[in-house]
Structure formats: C-alpha cells, structure tokens
C-alpha cells in the first residue's frame, strides 16, 4: 500500500506499509518500530500487544524524550498491534495513558498507519508504535 503526504513539515513520514515491513522517509525497516513525527525510529521489542503495561508505556513516552517541556507534547500513542487484533481491551492501557491526560487507540497495524498520517497533516503530535508481522 503505497501513501501519500503533501506539503511535508515533519520528520517521520509513512511512505508505505505492507505486513512484515514499513517505509518511511523512504527507508524500509522490518523490525516492530517506535517514533514520533519528530525523532528517531527505534526499536520495539515488543511481540504481543497483551504484554503491553504500564511500563511499557512508560518506556514508550521517555524513549521519544517525553516529557520535553520544550517541545509540544505528545498528544495521542497509536498502537498498531498486527492485522489479526480484534479489537480486545488490552491490560486498562486505555485508563492508565487517560490519567495523564494523553488519548490512546490500539488498531490493527495497517488502521494505524493511516491514522498516523492522517494526524500528522494535523499537525498533531503522534507517538505511534507498531508489531509490523501478525
């Protein structure tokens, strides 16, 4: 699935996705990713959606520098979880980001990937974590 952005002002752009890889700003990565419009791409060493807590998520926020006062803060965390979730609530992830006052949406991968850029051309400020396989 090939996406489109025009009139590009971030960093982390979505070229395009298809199951097992991910391009963006025209770079193909294969491994489970997290990254912010602005910021590196790292890493997830995360396998199964279930195992996500509040650590976890933790984790996820201090490892794109949150909170950096200098900068707009994260707004929302999309998750996309691989294109076999069904749409379970996952361990109260949902009540636990809310506290903090940050929204959050656990999606099928590819449901995602759309929404991500979709709020990028909002000039929203995205966390996005993906399981680029099941």
Request: aromatic content about 8%.
């Amino acid at each position: 699935m090939k996406l489109h952005y025009e009139n590009n002002t971030s960093n982390n752009v979505i070229n395009s996705y298809k199951e097992g890889s991910i391009s963006i700003n025209g770079i193909i990565y294969t491994d489970n990713i997290l990254f912010s419009k602005n910021g590196k791409i790292l890493k997830w060493d995360i396998l199964d959606v279930h195992n996500i807590n509040y650590k976890i998520l933790l984790y996820m926020l201090e490892s794109i520098g949150y909170p950096d006062n200098s900068k707009k803060p994260i707004e929302f965390i999309l998750i996309g979880a691989g294109n076999k979730y069904n749409g379970e609530t996952i361990n109260n992830i949902t009540n636990i980001v809310s506290n903090i006052g940050i929204g959050i949406e656990i999606m099928k991968t590819q449901s995602a990937v759309y929404t991500y850029n979709a709020m990028l051309m909002q000039d929203r400020q995205v966390l996005i974590a993906l399981i680029l396989g099941d």
